[in-house]
């Protein structure tokens, strides 16, 4: 499996990249990952040109109540789908 980086380290890159301090970058990187959960929470797709895209759906899911059994009708769901580009290296 490919390695990960994490917030941080992503931070400390963008803050390189850009000639900030990381106080910023970790602004710029919360306000994207915030206006990116808000507009799928309302139902709006996100697409990035050349990198990926963000697209909501909604679908019924059914639960089981453990304590009578019953299958009941849960609400509605959103589902995230990530479209992928493949990226030139």
Request: with cysteine; hydrophobic share 40%; net charge positive.
């Amino acid at each position: 499996m490919p390695e990960r980086i994490k917030k941080e380290e992503l931070v400390r890159r963008l803050a390189a990249r850009m000639g900030a301090d990381e106080t910023t970058a970790t602004a710029w990187v919360d306000g994207i990952v915030e206006t990116l959960y808000e507009s799928l929470k309302a139902g709006e797709s996100v697409t990035l040109p050349g990198f990926s895209g963000f697209y909501v759906s909604r679908a019924d899911k059914l639960g089981f109540q453990i304590q009578c059994g019953p299958t009941i009708a849960c609400p509605l769901w959103l589902v995230i789908d990530v479209y992928r580009r493949t990226l030139k290296r």
